[in-house]
């Protein structure tokens, strides 16, 4: 029995949609089509929005129909990569599937001894992959405080503006809907910039939330960087960063060497990675990351010290090197399928924007109750 897969992947821009049909087509989806979202009700959200759909034919496989895990997890990733999702998701009979597929927008048609030998290698590929070095434990981050305390101690410095939220999290997600939507920099964005900082620095909010402005400030500063990476085979767009990129970059520069918030291993590393990726700004790398370097050495988190390391450095070959040794070590957690017409420090950094990602999701709170500020 020949396993077939279907993918629809949503994104939120007609570049975007061609990059993913080309990460889909280097994994050996045998066809690719992109197409504009068609207007309905039901998927207003959607409206704007352009999808890639395509199907990806796996060697014989015996068993049910169904949808390989490390498949849905890499096509995921990429439609992550680029500010959208995965719609669907599904095994069918081949033979039939290649027939009805719609050809309107195929972007992509691969002949089926290529597409065989390219799924053939990823499929092996993602059976060999196994870590270099051991996963490390979560970085040690404090826990929550009562959401009326963190909220009231985030108000001092972030104006509300007569809006509610149900916690400093909220908050935090409300100022990146309106500043960087689906991971897009507007031209609101920069005046976000010091409210983020202004959370991040301030006590008496909870460590976990302060680490939280931390990522988005990061993922704000490089968006540009990173998305000329990842849409390096889409169509030319000039190669430089938008005018909302640069300046959003520029404020974040501007606020970078007053932002000490070391007061967890996992706010320090995430300040140690936007340091290093604003290393224009001057600010230097904070002490913690040493720290935390000797605690965690022989883990896979040393890799993605090196590769801080070598992102604040800038040198080409440095980096190179350091974002290989992070795949090698974080297969689960990294794609390595990055194109090789993007700059390495592009590639360099949307490495690093990933696992910092990973390590705010895996951090290690303190017991909920135990750091309970004032009511």
């Not at 490390?70 to 599904?90: D, H, L, M, P, T």
């Not at 501007?254 to 996992?266: D, F, I, K, Q």
């Amino acid at each position: 029995m020949i396993r077939e897969m279907r993918f629809v992947v949503s994104v939120p821009d007609q570049v975007s949609a061609y990059a993913v049909a080309e990460k889909l087509a280097e994994r050996g989806h045998l066809l690719v089509a992109v197409r504009e979202v068609p207007i309905d009700p039901l998927e207003s959200r959607f409206a704007g929005w352009w999808r890639a759909h395509s199907l990806a034919v796996d060697p014989p496989y015996e068993g049910p129909l169904e949808v390989s895990p490390a498949e849905k997890k890499a096509v995921a990733a990429i439609a992550q990569k680029y500010g959208g999702q995965v719609n669907s998701a599904c095994g069918q009979f081949p033979d039939k599937a290649i027939e009805r597929f719609s050809r309107e927008g195929l972007a992509h048609k691969l002949d089926r001894t290529e597409a065989d030998r390219i799924r053939a290698e990823v499929v092996g590929g993602q059976t060999a992959a196994v870590p270099s070095l051991p996963a490390p434990p979560g970085l040690k981050c404090g826990g929550f405080r009562r959401p009326a305390a963190d909220l009231r101690a985030a108000a001092e410095v972030v104006p509300f503006e007569g809006r509610t939220f149900d916690g400093v999290g909220d908050l935090i997600v409300a100022i990146a809907n309106d500043a960087f939507p689906q991971g897009s920099v507007v031209p609101a964005a920069p005046g976000a910039v010091p409210r983020l900082a202004a959370l991040a620095g301030n006590d008496g909010v909870s460590d976990f939330h302060r680490a939280m402005t931390l990522m988005v400030l990061f993922q704000m500063s490089t968006a540009g960087r990173r998305r000329l990476a990842y849409q390096a085979d889409a169509p030319e767009d000039g190669g430089a960063e938008t005018p909302a990129e640069t300046a959003t970059r520029a404020a974040v520069a501007a606020v970078l060497p007053g932002l000490a918030v070391g007061r967890s291993e996992l706010a320090e590393f995430l300040l140690a990675g936007l340091s290093a990726a604003m290393r224009e700004a001057g600010a230097g790398m904070p002490a913690g990351l040493e720290r935390i370097a000797g605690r965690y050495a022989g883990t896979a988190r040393i890799t993605v010290v090196n590769l801080i390391r070598a992102v604040a450095d800038g040198a080409e070959e440095p980096l190179r090197t350091a974002t290989a040794a992070v795949v090698a070590a974080l297969p689960e957690v990294v794609d390595g399928l990055q194109s090789t017409k993007a700059t390495v420090e592009g590639r360099a950094l949307d490495t690093l924007d990933t696992v910092l990602q990973w390590e705010l999701d895996n951090a290690r709170l303190s017991k909920l109750g135990t750091v309970f500020g004032p009511r």
